[in-house]
């Protein structure tokens, strides 16, 4: 079996009208931990600190995938 190019989903964005809103339902109802804050964004960790949640008041979803080398990495596309 070939090593896959991704080792892990590293981030994954969602969108909120409201940045408080969206902390408190995370971090109270689904147990995630703040992290980070800016004015428009921030980031929760989930208990194996390996993918983060990043709640964004800006409609640009993304998803960031962590691979081991990113110059490795372009050399596949």
Not at 21 to 30: H, N, P, R, V
Not at 34 to 56: A, F, K, P, Q, Y
Request: glycine share 6%; hydrophobic share 40%.
């Amino acid at each position: 079996m070939e090593k896959s190019l991704f080792q892990n989903v590293d981030c994954v964005s969602f969108y909120v009208d409201n940045l408080n809103e969206g902390i408190k339902f995370y971090s109270e109802s689904l147990g995630l931990k703040l992290l980070w804050r800016t004015d428009t964004s921030c980031g929760l960790g989930m208990s194996n600190d390996i993918t983060e949640v990043v709640l964004v008041k800006e409609h640009n979803p993304i998803v960031d995938f962590k691979v081991e080398s990113v110059e490795e990495a372009l050399l596949s596309f």
